[in-house]
């Protein structure tokens, strides 16, 4: 089976690449392509299609998309791998290793100044034949707001269920109450484009919370605003008419995810942040919020003294320069996925 390769153009192979991603993925169509691989206020994306030379069209696609990132208090280049895909029959070892092969020779050249990938089971055997290891690990945590479902399964009968569950939801409201917002804060739904705040934000507080993405206005509306298929919201807090900082976060079918969470590292701002977001979407009836973050991000003590606890978790691959370990300060969120 001789397997090559080629960059993808991304205007004549649109159709091959959405054909490819909507068949093995089952994530894509038109208007998501446009915007995750053209519209990118980092740059565009960059994709190999794989071809076996017996078959009529390519096997196989693997891509990566551009994120401005803080690195040790520099701005640079770096990048995000994802919407990998090979057909069957054609996944032994040897196409697949081709494909993520040429989309970290981009970071061995010095074109991006890292990479990062959120893989699945499969993908680590790859990055593993290819010299790299796992090195962070994201945790899922969790949070319950409402105990009526998981009460249901336990107690059958639905009047005592209800009662149980009344009183419970009492005592966890009764936790997360909070008389006032600290030091002068106020929160508030940021439901304009984000403007020159954010960036200001984004400068201020740097790598200071690990190596991140640079979220810049252009970045957040794209990533956040203009998704095509995905509606978010943002949560801020505002000292003196200035942000400090601000959640992203999704409610679909009763539960809550919050995608990114960034700004000041004084836990009273972000304990009275994610409070207010806590009691905002108890009253629009969620059961439960989660939130996405690396073991070793310096905010999950906080996140437990709030409540969340600890779920599944996936490994992370970070690396920069001759493909050597990107470092032990990371900060990635579920956010920070290719889409």
């Known amino acids: 089976m001789a397997v090559h390769l080629r960059e993808a153009d991304l205007m004549q192979d649109e159709p091959a690449l959405i054909a490819l991603a909507r068949t093995y993925l089952g994530a ?6 446009r915007w995750l691989y053209h ?31 803080y690195v040790g208090g520099a701005e640079v280049l770096g ?6 895909c090979v057909s069957e029959g054609y996944r032994s070892l040897g196409p697949a290793v081709q494909l993520q092969r040429a989309c970290l020779s981009l970071i061995e050249l010095g074109q991006f100044a890292f990479c990062y990938d959120f893989p699945s089971t499969a993908m680590v055997s790859i990055y593993r034949y290819l010299g790299l290891q796992p090195t962070h690990t994201s ?34 409201a009764l936790k997360d109450r909070q008389a006032a917002d600290p030091e002068g804060m106020e929160y508030r739904l940021d439901e304009q484009p984000c403007s020159a705040q954010y960036a200001r934000l984004a ?23 203009q998704h095509p298929t995905q ?12 942000l400090q900082t601000y959640c992203v976060f999704t409610l679909s079918e009763g539960r809550a995810q919050i995608v990114d969470l960034f700004g000041s590292p004084d836990e009273k701002k972000i304990t009275g942040l994610l409070k ?30 709030l409540g969340f606890r600890g779920r599944e978790s996936v490994p992370v691959i970070g690396c920069s320069g001759k493909l050597s370990n990107f470092g032990p300060r990371l900060l990635l969120m579920h956010g920070d996925r290719e889409s």
């Open 28 to 33: 894509t169509d038109a208007h998501r392509f």
């Open 39 to 69: 519209d990118n206020p980092f740059g565009q994306a960059r994709a190999w299609l794989a071809f076996d030379g017996q078959t009529e069209g390519p096997i196989g696609m693997a891509a990566l998309f551009p994120r401005r990132g």
């Open 79 to 84: 990048c995000v791998l994802g919407d990998f």
């Open 139 to 172: 945790v899922r945590m969790a949070k319950l707001l409402r105990t009526e479902k998981t009460i249901r399964e336990m107690v059958p009968a639905r009047a005592l269920s209800r009662v149980i569950s009344k009183a419970a939801d009492f005592v966890l």
């Open 203 to 225: 400068q201020q507080v740097g790598s200071s919370l690990g190596s991140c993405t640079v979220r810049s206005p252009e970045y957040l509306n794209w990533r956040y605003r």
């Open 231 to 242: 509606h978010y919201e943002f949560l801020a807090g505002y000292r003196g008419g200035e």
């Open 276 to 305: 207010r977001l806590v009691r905002l979407l108890r009253s629009r009836g969620a059961s439960a919020i989660s939130i996405s973050v690396l073991a070793g991000d310096v905010r999950t003590r906080l996140l437990r003294t």
